[in-house]
């Protein structure tokens, strides 16, 4: 059974750091591409970004909104995702999710077939 | 970047009736267009891909379609459970994805 277990959220100051973790488990993790997706309270889904699997150089693209400020990265060998969130603002404030790419080929983003839980970051003074 | 845009932002069925989801792009997508349910205090759960695939589990109720800019997810004969929040999502070039601003599907 595919798992995908977020952690690491939390209330927050302006200005600061925060560090996000999904662990997965179920699947071969290094295969595919994982994406995070923030949902501000009340609001709709905002695509943060994504890394490639290591095949593909594990290199990362995001959204405008981020891009500068977070930083995603992989640990294949602990099965990890991570979202280094830096310079937060209170617009960050969202519930995070960590999602799996459908497909295996771990190249690019498509579509996302499991999702986390999520987990909550606050950005407040 | 590509916009979509889902209509209407709220729509009241009753139970057993059917419904019908609008998704727009701002440009063609051709069919890498995926649609999501979400119900309060829940992820997101795939429910269709490619326009018109259901994914895994997924009740046959559910259908997709649509190419290019223009898209519709249909529900028939609304169960309880079907009442939550609708989202469509693009993934047109693997490099970055944007989802419609979803539909709340509620109960008349």
């Known amino acids: 059974e595919v798992q995908l277990v977020e952690s690491g959220g939390g209330l927050v100051q302006p200005g600061r750091s925060l560090r996000l973790s999904c662990t997965a488990s179920g699947f071969s993790f290094g295969d595919y591409a994982m994406s995070w997706v923030r949902q501000a309270p009340g609001k709709g889904l905002e695509w943060v970004g994504f890394?490639?699997?290591?095949?593909?150089?594990?290199?990362?693209e995001y959204a405008a909104s981020v891009k500068g400020r977070f930083t995603i990265s992989r640990d294949d060998s602990k099965s990890i995702a991570y979202l280094q969130m830096n310079s937060l603002e209170t617009e960050d404030t969202a519930v995070y999710y960590c999602t799996r790419d459908f497909s295996s080929s771990g190249s690019g983003i498509t579509f996302l077939d499991y999702w986390g839980q999520g987990t909550l970051v606050t950005v407040s003074s | 970047e590509i916009l979509m845009t889902q209509s209407p932002a709220t729509l009241s069925v009753s139970p057993g009736e059917g419904a019908t989801l609008s998704c727009r792009a701002s440009q063609s997508v051709r069919s890498n267009l995926a649609w999501y349910q979400q119900k309060p205090g829940q992820a997101p759960r795939l429910l269709i891909y490619?326009?018109?695939t259901r994914a895994t589990g997924i009740p046959a109720r559910f259908s997709g379609s649509g190419s290019g800019t223009e898209f519709t997810l249909t529900i028939s004969s609304l169960q309880s459970e079907d009442f939550a929040v609708y989202y469509c999502?693009?993934?047109?070039?693997?490099?970055?994805?944007?989802f419609g601003q979803g539909t709340r599907l509620e109960i008349k």
């Open positions: 490619g326009a018109s």
């Open positions: 999502q693009q993934y047109n070039n693997w490099l970055s994805i944007t």
């Open positions: 890394i490639r699997s290591k095949t593909y150089g594990g290199t990362a």
